[in-house]
């Protein structure tokens, strides 16, 4: 209950003036309306499920969407930009098999089927579960690579100082108290 | 004629360079050998032009390796489209990425060919300092195992030395640079002068442990030699273990010429180094034959320039000396009265090992980015003949857990997948690699290609260089032997692969003006001496008469320390 009531929360807060949305329509033309919220939305609603906020920041605390339309917009072939838009269709369209609706529409309880069914091994081979599995690998490195996840949950030393190959390794306090 | 002042060594501007003004040295070159030859000869009373090619360097604002990733705009992955534009070799490199790109050339100012089937990477930078900054730091010393190879199986020709004469070097280079590695006692991998070891992670000690008990002692993995300082040295600061070294280090802990050699030889007051200067030509008195100097052109201006000096290095890295001398020449090229300028190309060849899982130690991790690895030292034609290949090969790797990067193959979502990367590390892994010898082929050689040139109007190399047999049978046997040894190192899930990566990758490319016994077979004495010119000197990689399997640098320094002192000597005796 908690978790859904962070993950809609957390929906709402996203800036509706987010760039990315109006830059995917221009680039890629795509129509994004309220009832196609298309690619944008269902990317920013992923990256919500699969890290949301917790006692630690969910990806969108950090932004992490905006990693994906830099990789998407500016580092992916025309190829792959086609077959990673498609595989997102794919995703919608499972999303409205198995829920009934567009994957940004559902509530959190309403996504777990969905999200269950890409995890499904069966689907790596699909279009839509291979764009889900690039997908994870770009919000991923967009969440971990950011400056407050790095800084605040991870906690790197930009200058450790030294160097040791057999420090102990504690288990995190869910106070955040600082491990090792 | 007098041209911008330097500003790459420190706040003050270099001596600016006259070209009406007699150098005792020309020096091609700011890298690896270009800086030992420039501390060198300053330190030892000659005023010294360092010719470099490409632009200066200033730490403070051109060094990154602090550079974190959100401040990167593909957060690491680089910018591919502008890398495939314009470095689509040199992006090949492990070090030419997002931020490190900075340090290579641009493909299509610096050209080069090679034959369709005969595939070749020449990764290289031009900055005041060369490679030195993006070099993998990994220092190992050749023994007499390997001095004496060519001469006992023949391929190659005889060195004109041997470990005697060049172990005071190595150490001189070694005390000079700070090198960190730990004693073994090895007769095939000798000993330096070592600063403390950096620590094994704690699998690698267990892996090291199994190794020498499964084979005996002869399998012997160790702590990385490196050029890195683990405590402070000649006014260097020790390493912080920040991690990315080869894009460069405010702190100068690891070796490279704008930390340690070129301040060295500014503080003589007889170096005067001029960035953006492109060496075309290698000029000779008409009557003699002597080398005179040698004529620039400006990088940025394109005016030309001719500097003379009483004596000449050649430290311009393997190909761009062999270039250099190729171009020096309308018949054959300059110091090639053996025929043998260009020819007896090598490389490391590497690309193939094997990974696997360390159990256990769950309840340990790393601290810091340790910017080395370890290395297991040359087991195979050491004591027993192996009945495929010869030669050897040395191996380097290391060990880690994954911690957050192992999220893309983590199946799950939500709080309890954040929570497994955020607080779990996943196992240890650890990995090892051969880096093996290249037996010296004549056919395997550099020439000038007939039409294409340079942004600077000069030809560009043709490099045909072809992995042979022997080679082939010594990456098969590194697929079996790094399995066989993760496995007696108590690994899991041993994963061997072999990708033999193609001439050049490996970024050890050497010979091409190789020294010998005899001027009728080789282009340098065992003083890197041109037999032709004697006021000639070449001490980079094109020196090399053989490839053993050690990293090379610090054999060219010490050859580069060795020559010159040589070179001062003769001056100084007036036999040059």
């Given amino acids: 209950m908690l978790r859904s009531a962070a993950a809609a929360a957390a929906l709402t807060a996203w800036p509706d003036t987010h760039l990315a949305r109006d830059?995917?329509?221009?680039?890629?033309h795509l129509a994004v309306t309220p009832a196609r919220p298309g690619a944008p939305a269902l990317v920013i609603a992923l990256a919500d499920t699969l890290l949301p906020r917790t006692d630690t920041p969910g990806a969108l605390d950090v932004n992490a969407p905006a990693f994906v339309d830099v990789i998407v917009l500016e580092y992916y072939t025309e190829e792959e930009r086609a077959e990673f838009l498609a595989g997102l269709e794919a995703i919608d369209a499972m999303s409205v098999t198995v829920a009934g609706a567009a994957f940004a529409s559902l509530d959190a309880s309403a996504r777990e089927p969905v999200m269950q069914a890409l995890?499904?091994?069966?689907?790596?081979?699909?279009?839509?579960?291979?764009?889900?599995?690039?997908?994870?690998?770009?919000?991923?490195?967009?969440?971990?690579?950011?400056?407050?996840?790095?800084?605040?949950?991870?906690?790197?030393?930009?200058?450790?100082?030294?160097?040791?190959?057999?420090?102990?390794?504690?288990?995190?306090?869910?106070?955040?108290?600082?491990?090792? | 004629m007098v041209v911008r002042p330097c500003m790459c060594v420190s706040d003050r501007a270099c001596v600016v360079a006259e070209s009406r003004q007699v150098y005792d040295a020309i020096v091609v070159g700011s890298g690896i050998s270009g800086g030992w030859a420039a501390k060198e000869l300053t330190e030892r009373g000659l005023r010294t032009l360092v010719l470099e090619a490409g632009g200066p360097i200033d730490p403070a604002r051109d060094f990154v390796e602090h550079v974190q990733p959100h401040e990167m705009k593909f957060r690491g992955w680089g910018d591919r489209n502008a890398m495939l534009r314009e470095q689509p070799i040199q992006r090949e490199c492990?070090?030419?990425d997002e931020v490190g790109r900075k340090f290579f050339v641009n493909d299509h100012d610096n050209p080069y060919t090679n034959p369709a089937d005969a595939?070749?990477?020449?990764?290289?930078?031009?900055?005041?300092?060369?490679?030195?900054?993006?070099?993998?730091?990994?220092?190992?010393?050749?023994?007499?195992?390997?001095?004496?190879?060519?001469?006992?199986?023949?391929?190659?020709?005889?060195?004109?030395?041997?470990?005697?004469?060049?172990?005071?070097?190595?150490a001189h280079v070694e005390r000079f640079i700070g090198v960190t590695g730990a004693a073994e006692g090895l007769a095939q991998l000798p000993d330096g002068e070592f600063l403390p070891p950096m620590a094994m992670t704690v699998v690698e000690r267990e892996a090291r442990e199994r190794l020498l008990r499964s084979f005996?002692?002869?399998?012997?993995?160790?702590?990385?030699?490196?050029?890195?300082?683990?405590?402070?040295?000649?006014?260097?600061?020790?390493?912080?273990?920040?991690?990315?070294?080869e894009r460069g280090c405010v702190t100068h802990s690891y070796f490279n010429s704008i930390g340690s050699t070129l301040p060295a030889a500014e503080r003589t007051g007889r170096l005067t180094l001029r960035p953006h200067s492109v060496v075309a030509e290698v000029l000779t008195h008409a009557d003699t034959g002597r080398a005179r100097g040698v004529r620039v052109i400006d990088a940025i201006t394109q005016e030309e320039y001719e500097f003379e000096a009483r004596i000449v290095f050649l430290c311009a890295s393997t190909i761009e000396s062999v270039r250099l001398l190729l171009n020096s020449s309308s018949s054959g090229g300059l110091a090639n009265s053996s025929g043998t300028l260009g020819r007896y190309v090598m490389d490391h060849h590497y690309g193939s090992g094997a990974s696997g899982v360390m159990p256990g130690h769950l309840d340990k991790r790393t601290i810091g980015r340790r910017p080395n690895g370890i290395y297991v030292a040359r087991f195979r034609n050491v004591s027993d003949a192996s009945p495929d290949f010869l030669r050897g090969y040395g191996m380097q790797?290391?060990?880690?857990?994954?911690?957050?990067?192992?999220?893309?193959?983590?199946?799950?979502?939500?709080?309890?997948?954040k929570d497994a990367l955020i607080d779990e590390l996943g196992p240890w892994t650890i990995n090892i690699g051969g880096w093996g010898e290249m037996l010296p082929a004549a056919?395997?050689?550099?020439?000038?290609?007939?039409?294409?040139?340079?942004?600077?109007?000069?030809?560009?190399?043709?490099?045909?260089?072809?992995?042979?047999?022997?080679?082939?049978?010594?990456?098969?046997?590194?697929?079996?032997?790094?399995?066989?040894?993760?496995?007696?190192?108590?690994?899991?899930?041993?994963?061997?692969?072999?990708?033999?990566?193609?001439?050049?990758?490996?970024?050890?490319?050497?010979?091409?003006?190789r020294m010998g016994r005899s001027a009728a077979t080789s282009v340098l004495n065992g003083w890197n001496q041109a037999w032709d010119i004697p006021n000639l000197f070449i001490t980079d990689g094109a020196c090399m008469t053989s490839s053993a399997c050690q990293n090379p640098s610090i054999t060219y320094m010490a050859l580069t320390a060795r020559?010159?002192?040589?070179?001062?000597?003769?001056l100084n005796r007036r036999e040059l």
């Fill in chain 1, 23 to 28: 830059v995917w329509s221009r680039v890629l």
């Fill in chain 1, 119 to 180: 995890e499904d091994p069966a689907q790596r081979t699909t279009p839509a579960g291979r764009t889900y599995s690039r997908l994870r690998g770009l919000i991923v490195h967009g969440y971990f690579t950011s400056e407050r996840v790095q800084r605040e949950v991870l906690q790197v030393d930009v200058i450790p100082g030294r160097f040791d190959g057999s420090a102990p390794l504690h288990v995190r306090e869910r106070s955040g108290v600082r491990r090792g």
């Fill in chain 2, 94 to 96: 492990y070090a030419c």
């Fill in chain 2, 119 to 170: 595939p070749f990477r020449w990764f290289r930078g031009r900055q005041v300092g060369g490679r030195s900054i993006m070099w993998g730091r990994q220092v190992y010393r050749w023994s007499d195992l390997d001095f004496e190879a060519n001469a006992r199986d023949g391929h190659g020709i005889d060195w004109p030395i041997r470990y005697a004469d060049i172990a005071p070097w190595y």
């Fill in chain 2, 216 to 245: 005996g002692g002869s399998r012997v993995m160790t702590i990385g030699r490196a050029a890195i300082l683990t405590q402070s040295h000649n006014g260097r600061a020790a390493c912080h273990y920040c991690g990315p070294c």
């Fill in chain 2, 397 to 417: 790797g290391g060990s880690g857990r994954a911690g957050w990067n192992r999220g893309g193959s983590l199946p799950g979502y939500g709080a309890q997948f």
């Fill in chain 2, 443 to 513: 056919e395997n050689h550099i020439a000038l290609d007939p039409t294409v040139k340079d942004a600077w109007g000069i030809p560009a190399a043709r490099i045909s260089v072809r992995w042979g047999e022997n080679e082939r049978a010594m990456q098969r046997d590194i697929v079996a032997s790094a399995a066989e040894s993760l496995e007696a190192a108590g690994a899991t899930n041993v994963r061997p692969y072999g990708r033999m990566q193609p001439p050049g990758h490996c970024i050890h490319e050497m010979g091409g003006a």
């Fill in chain 2, 563 to 570: 020559a010159a002192a040589r070179a001062v000597d003769l």
